[in-house]
């Protein structure tokens, strides 16, 4: 197991409640990209907070990861990509703080919640603490209940409220997707980005608890990142590609040594001597038979079995037309014999 260094949530205690646009803005990015690969494998963490969000060590120290999918689901098949239904009443998974207000009011979550904490865990960052944090419960009332009712009457624009409105986008578009729909990640990242634009701030990995510009030797970083290039690609790159084209040849070499046609059948044959004492069991030019080596043709092997078979078959057929013959004229010379008798 990779180790990693202090979570999000860390960092922010020992900046005293306070991370700059920049900083913010970069982290999202990156969050974002994180959410969009995970959605993409057909999971949902259900778990978005600052704690779970942790940065790299050494030369990996500008790298945001994802951990904790201890509460993760699975949103719809892997196979099919059926989505899962949406039904209602159901107890509430994550941490209240940052829940989307659909899952607060006992909604099955799929997508648009994990992308609906984010924005908030961002105005967290920007704000130091968010409006329903420290809410006086009396006793027999429902925590959660009173945080879903503070979540939905602030609106959007009073959350995000100082700061760039690219937030009150982000807000108001993760509050309004439908539970199936797929999400623009494109436009959440682009919002990010169009406010380091705005700041004149540029994407170079310098978060606020980092002390000296870093000297990034992450080409695939600073190509994806620094030159604010936004589409995520999700393919195999370097050792996992070249580790998937080899397992592929192996297939494919595998099927080559096997040569069997789609619509014929398979029988496995025993490796004993049962193959040649049993004339009755039938066999296909194609069957194959599995030992160590992997799969062989012994359509050969079975065929001179079958040969020598016919032949110890041929030869006793032939011993017993020969003893019936002479059985019959055996009866005959007695049945003449006593007639004449």
């Not at 099919?80 to 899952?103: D, E, F, M, P």
């Not at 004993?272 to 004339?279: A, C, K, L, S, T």
């Not at 092997?301 to 013959?325: I, Q």
Request: aromatic share 8%; proline share 2%.
């Amino acid at each position: 197991m990779e180790l990693l260094g202090k979570s999000l949530e860390d960092i922010f205690q020992l900046q005293q409640k306070k991370f700059s646009i920049k900083t913010v803005c970069m982290v999202g990015i990156q969050i974002i990209d994180r959410l969009e690969f995970i959605h993409n494998k057909n999971i949902i963490h259900r778990d978005i907070k600052p704690d779970n969000f942790v940065i790299g060590i050494e030369n990996k120290s500008h790298i945001v990861y994802v951990l904790d999918f201890g509460l993760s689901k699975k949103f719809r098949s892997s196979r099919t990509h059926q989505h899962i239904k949406y039904t209602v009443n159901k107890k509430l998974t994550g941490t209240a703080r940052y829940a989307s207000i659909n899952a607060l009011k006992g909604c099955e979550q799929s997508r648009r919640d994990d992308l609906e904490a984010i924005g908030y865990v961002l105005m967290y960052f920007l704000r130091g603490s968010l409006p329903w944090q420290g809410l006086h419960v009396h006793k027999g009332e429902d925590r959660y209940k009173k945080i879903l009712q503070k979540k939905r009457s602030t609106s959007a624009e009073e959350l995000c409220k100082g700061f760039p409105k690219e937030f009150v986008d982000y807000i108001n578009y993760t509050r309004n997707l439908e539970f199936e729909t797929d999400p623009d990640y494109n436009y959440l990242r682009n919002l990010l980005v169009n406010v380091l634009q705005h700041e004149n701030c540029k994407f170079d990995f310098w978060y606020d608890w980092v002390k000296e510009k870093p000297n990034i030797t992450d080409q695939i970083a600073v190509e994806r990142y620094i030159n604010n290039n936004t589409n995520i690609s999700l393919e195999l790159k370097g050792d996992d590609k070249k580790e998937k084209e080899g397992e592929t040849k192996d297939n494919e070499n595998e099927n080559e040594n096997i040569n069997l046609p789609k619509n014929n059948s398979v029988n496995t044959i025993n490796t004993g001597n049962n193959i040649n004492n049993d004339p009755d069991v039938s066999r296909n030019s194609t069957d194959v038979r599995q030992n160590n080596s992997g799969f062989i043709n012994v359509s050969t092997e079975l065929n001179n079995t079958n040969e020598s078979v016919g032949k110890t078959v041929n030869s006793a057929d032939k011993k017993n037309n020969k003893k019936s013959k002479e059985s019959k004229k055996k009866d005959k010379k007695e049945k003449s014999k006593c007639l004449i008798w």
